[in-house]
């Protein structure tokens, strides 16, 4: 459990996300992240992909919620694609970037860095987020 892994004594070196977050709401991720953020030792590193901001045109996000608030209509969208027809809608959540990086200083990470770029899709900015323990280069 997150509680067993938080409460390790000297930390890890690594604590590592990728593909994760999105799909958690900020709402939750945020205390999730500073949880995790906490579990980095003194010397570790903390490295964590997040989708920063959808840039896809207003009418596909305005489809997207659409399909997520109608079933029937997520339904056609998969049978459009070849998909399941039930096969479930994948939301994503885009998070606030200044946000986890103040959680993150609050939590006792420092020195950060971004890597930013686009998705696959060209749907979202998405950013690997790296941040140091207290002591990493100290």
Known sequence: SLDELV??????DLVHSQVVF???PWRM???LLRDLAKSVAPH???AVHLLARSIAPRSARLITK???AVPPLHWLWNASKGRPIFEPAMQMHPYPISEVIAELENAGLSQFYLSVGLTE??????VMLY????????
């Open 7 to 12: 409460g390790v004594e000297d930390g890890f």
């Open 29 to 31: 991720g945020r205390r």
């Open 121 to 126: 899709d060209n749907a979202f900015v998405e």
């Open 22 to 24: 999105q799909h958690i």
């Open 66 to 68: 659409l399909r997520y």
């Open 44 to 46: 570790g590193v903390m």
């Open 131 to 138: 941040a140091c323990g207290p002591k990493a280069f100290g």
